[in-house]
């Protein structure tokens, strides 16, 4: 063997031994056993015929891929259309579509914070978010979970003219939702800009779905930029970011995930544009999506969440792989989250909401997964 040969190999028995092996799991397609409450399809649009055929009507007029970076000929008319409708839904005056939603969290902080900038960064955020902190060789100020004081404390005594405030609406793991009306505030008294990721809120928070951002009427503030995700509510894959038409301008300009990339594939951004308006059309399928997602923390005795992400605490590891297994054995899927891929060290289930649940289905959703807790609990 090689050294490097030996180097990965004692690190895969290093990640063995501690039980962190991730494994890939190959979906068979359609008729599947397991009821899904892992993935983030929280509208149930991925499957729906309209927006099969916005994808499949988008790849036979434009084809495969966009054949090309954004700047040089990968700009279609297909996108000027989605970021158009996408404004127009969120109540910004102007958006950018990027080819996944982790670029377009690149491609905001590090556009808009360089060396000689202050990021201040809550723990909680998502992977993006922190990769791009470390991109940006800004400063990075990480301030605890929701502690506004720190945040104040950390741009009312730098010496840095130039600061962001980084943010999940709604986060990823624990489902809770930010003070964004306070932190848009605070940064609005420091001369900040706050950086809002709305991945988890577009389509189950705010009005109609339009976001917490929106909810707190800031939609189109000045010093308020928004990321967000196609691959989610929206069923698709691609990401964007909404701002005003001067932060537009700049991305397409120094963004490196958007000038270097391959622009958004067609069947992409087909679908998602035909689910965005969906969701402007349907906007039931919020409430819908609200009222599974109660149902299930009823079940699980923990309280209602921000949105779609339900998160349960459990007492250890073992608990939550037990209680796992017990509903993937009854047919139900759940996401185990274990140290230390949870931001807080506490291992959780992590559920997610799906608007299409029927009502038999989300009783033996609530029935299964109360049945799994009791069961855990009692073994631990």
């Given at each position: 063997?090689?050294r490097?040969?030996?180097?990965?190999?004692?690190?895969?028995?290093?990640?063995?031994?501690?039980?962190?092996?991730?494994r890939l799991?190959?979906?068979?397609?359609?008729?599947?056993?397991l009821?899904?409450?892992?993935g983030?399809?929280?509208?149930?649009l991925?499957?729906?015929?309209?927006?099969?055929?916005?994808?499949?009507?988008?790849?036979?007029?434009?084809?495969?891929?966009?054949?090309?970076?954004?700047?040089?000929?990968?700009?279609l008319?297909?996108?000027?259309?989605?970021?158009?409708?996408?404004?127009?839904?969120?109540?910004?005056?102007?958006?950018?579509?990027?080819?996944?939603?982790?670029?377009?969290?690149?491609?905001?902080?590090?556009?808009?914070?360089?060396?000689?900038?202050?990021?201040?960064?809550?723990?909680?955020?998502?992977?993006?978010?922190?990769?791009?902190?470390?991109?940006?060789?800004?400063r990075?100020?990480?301030?605890?979970h929701?502690?506004l004081?720190?945040?104040?404390?950390?741009?009312a005594?730098?010496?840095?003219?130039?600061?962001?405030?980084?943010?999940e609406?709604?986060?990823?793991?624990?489902?809770?939702?930010a003070?964004?009306?306070?932190?848009?505030?605070?940064?609005?008294?420091h001369?900040?800009?706050?950086?809002?990721?709305?991945?988890?809120?577009?389509g189950?928070a705010?009005?109609?779905?339009?976001?917490?951002?929106a909810?707190?009427?800031?939609?189109?503030a000045?010093h308020?930029?928004?990321?967000?995700t196609?691959?989610?509510?929206l069923?698709?894959?691609?990401?964007?970011?909404?701002?005003?038409?001067?932060?537009?301008?700049?991305?397409?300009?120094?963004?490196r995930?958007?000038?270097?990339?391959?622009?958004?594939?067609?069947?992409?951004?087909?679908?998602?544009?035909?689910?965005?308006?969906?969701?402007?059309?349907?906007?039931?399928?919020?409430?819908a999506?609200r009222?599974?997602?109660?149902?299930?923390?009823?079940?699980?005795?923990?309280?209602?969440?921000?949105?779609?992400?339900?998160s349960?605490?459990?007492?250890?590891?073992?608990?939550a792989?037990?209680?796992?297994?017990v509903?993937?054995?009854?047919?139900?899927?759940?996401?185990c989250f274990?140290?230390?891929?949870?931001?807080?060290?506490?291992?959780r289930l992590?559920?997610?909401?799906?608007?299409t649940?029927?009502?038999?289905?989300?009783?033996?959703?609530?029935?299964?997964?109360?049945r799994?807790?009791?069961?855990a609990?009692?073994?631990?």
């Amino acid at each position: 063997m090689s050294r490097f040969s030996d180097r990965l190999a004692a690190a895969a028995r290093a990640r063995e031994a501690a039980g962190l092996t991730r494994r890939l799991v190959a979906r068979s397609g359609a008729g599947e056993d397991l009821l899904d409450l892992a993935g983030n399809d929280y509208l149930g649009l991925a499957g729906d015929p309209r927006v099969i055929e916005g994808a499949v009507r988008a790849a036979q007029t434009w084809g495969g891929g966009a054949r090309a970076s954004r700047l040089v000929t990968g700009t279609l008319a297909l996108h000027a259309e989605l970021e158009a409708e996408l404004a127009a839904f969120t109540g910004h005056p102007s958006a950018l579509a990027f080819s996944t939603g982790y670029h377009a969290n690149l491609g905001a902080v590090t556009g808009l914070a360089g060396r000689g900038d202050l990021i201040v960064s809550d723990a909680h955020v998502h992977a993006s978010m922190v990769d791009a902190c470390r991109l940006s060789r800004a400063r990075v100020a990480i301030t605890g979970h929701h502690d506004l004081e720190a945040v104040e404390a950390t741009l009312a005594t730098r010496a840095e003219a130039h600061a962001l405030v980084l943010v999940e609406s709604v986060y990823s793991v624990l489902g809770d939702a930010a003070p964004v009306a306070e932190l848009a505030e605070i940064c609005a008294r420091h001369e900040a800009v706050l950086v809002v990721d709305e991945a988890h809120a577009l389509g189950t928070a705010g009005p109609g779905g339009r976001g917490l951002v929106a909810g707190a009427g800031l939609s189109g503030a000045e010093h308020v930029v928004v990321t967000g995700t196609l691959s989610k509510s929206l069923g698709s894959q691609g990401g964007f970011v909404l701002g005003s038409a001067a932060v537009r301008e700049h991305l397409v300009n120094v963004a490196r995930p958007f000038v270097y990339d391959t622009g958004l594939a067609p069947a992409a951004a087909g679908a998602a544009l035909a689910a965005l308006r969906v969701l402007r059309d349907e906007p039931e399928r919020v409430d819908a999506v609200r009222h599974v997602a109660a149902s299930l923390a009823l079940a699980a005795s923990t309280p209602e969440p921000a949105a779609a992400v339900l998160s349960v605490a459990m007492p250890s590891a073992a608990a939550a792989v037990a209680a796992a297994q017990v509903c993937a054995e009854a047919g139900l899927r759940v996401g185990c989250f274990r140290p230390p891929s949870v931001p807080d060290g506490i291992s959780r289930l992590r559920l997610t909401a799906r608007a299409t649940l029927t009502d038999a289905e989300l009783a033996t959703a609530t029935g299964t997964l109360t049945r799994a807790l009791t069961t855990a609990l009692a073994a631990r």
